[in-house]
C-alpha cells in the first residue's frame, strides 16, 4: 500500500455508526504510519486509536519509534505498558530487551514498510536493506539503528601489516584476534577493532571477515 495512502487513509475511515470499515489490520497499520505525520494533531489522536484497539500488533512498530520520540514527540510508555501489560524502566533499550523475548509476537503486516520509512528518515541509504516483502533470516523486529548513517563506521579493509617486533604501539597484555589460515598468521588488535567494528582481509590465500 503506497505511504501517501496509508497517511490519508485515517480521515476517510467510517465512523463508530457506520455499518462497514476497514479491515482491523489496514486500520492498525494506518494509524501506525499516521504517527509519523507532520501534523501533531493527527500523530496524537492515532495514539489514542492505537490504545483503543489493544492490538498488541502494534508494539514492535511503537518500540522503534521510542529510538525516534525527539521527533514524534508522543508518550508512547501508557500505551506500551496498556498493551503488554509490562512494567519496564521508561526507556528504549529495556523495550528492545523486551521485543527480542517475544518469540511469538506477530507485528503488522506493513510492520517492515514503516520501520523502512523510519529508518530512511535517518539515512535514505536504508532503504537499499530494508524494503516491504524483503527476505530476511533475522528477526525484522530485532534490527535496531545503531545511530550512524550507512558506512559511517568505515570497516578495516585490507589493512597494512607490521611484524610484532615492529607493534611497538601494543602493550604485552593487550587483546587481538588471531586467525591463522593456510600457514599465515595475523592479529587484529582489539584497540583498533573498537573503532572498525569489521575488517575484510585476506590471510592464507582466502577471504576473512570479522564482525566486533
Known amino acids: 500500500m503506497p505511504l501517501i495512502l496509508l497517511l490519508t487513509l485515517l480521515f476517510f475511515l467510517p465512523g463508530p455508526g457506520s455499518a462497514a470499515g476497514p479491515t482491523p489490520d489496514i486500520l492498525l497499520n494506518s494509524l501506525l504510519f499516521n504517527l509519523t505525520h507532520p501534523d501533531q494533531t493527527v500523530r496524537e489522536s492515532s495514539l489514542d486509536r ?75 541509504a536504508f532503504g537499499v536493506f530494508l524494503y516491504r516483502d524483503v527476505q530476511h533470516r533475522t528477526r525484522i523486529e530485532e534490527i535496531v539503528w545503531g545511530g550512524v548513517a550507512k558506512d559511517g563506521i568505515p570497516a578495516l579493509t585490507n589493512p597494512r601489516h607490521v611484524s610484532a617486533q615492529a607493534a611497538t604501539y601494543l602493550g604485552p597484555d593487550e587483546l587481538v584476534f588471531g586467525v591463522s589460515l593456510n600457514g599465515e598468521h595475523r592479529a ?18 582466502q577471504p576473512v571477515t570479522l564482525s566486533y
Open 50 to 124: 492505537i490504545r483503543d484497539l489493544q492490538d498488541k500488533a502494534a508494539v514492535p512498530a511503537l518500540v522503534d519509534l521510542l529510538r525516534f520520540n525527539r521527533i514524534f514527540e508522543l508518550d508512547l510508555f501508557p500505551v506500551l505498558e496498556g498493551l503488554t501489560g509490562a512494567k519496564l524502566p521508561r526507556a528504549w533499550p529495556p523495550w528492545v530487551e523486551y521485543i527480542q523475548r517475544q518469540k511469538t509476537l506477530e507485528p503488522n503486516s506493513e510492520y517492515v514498510a514503516l520501520k523502512s520509512y523510519v529508518l530512511r528518515l535517518m539515512d535514505p
Open 188 to 205: 587484529y588488535p582489539l584497540r583498533i577493532m573498537n573503532w572498525h567494528e569489521m575488517f575484510n582481509d585476506v590471510v592464507g590465500g
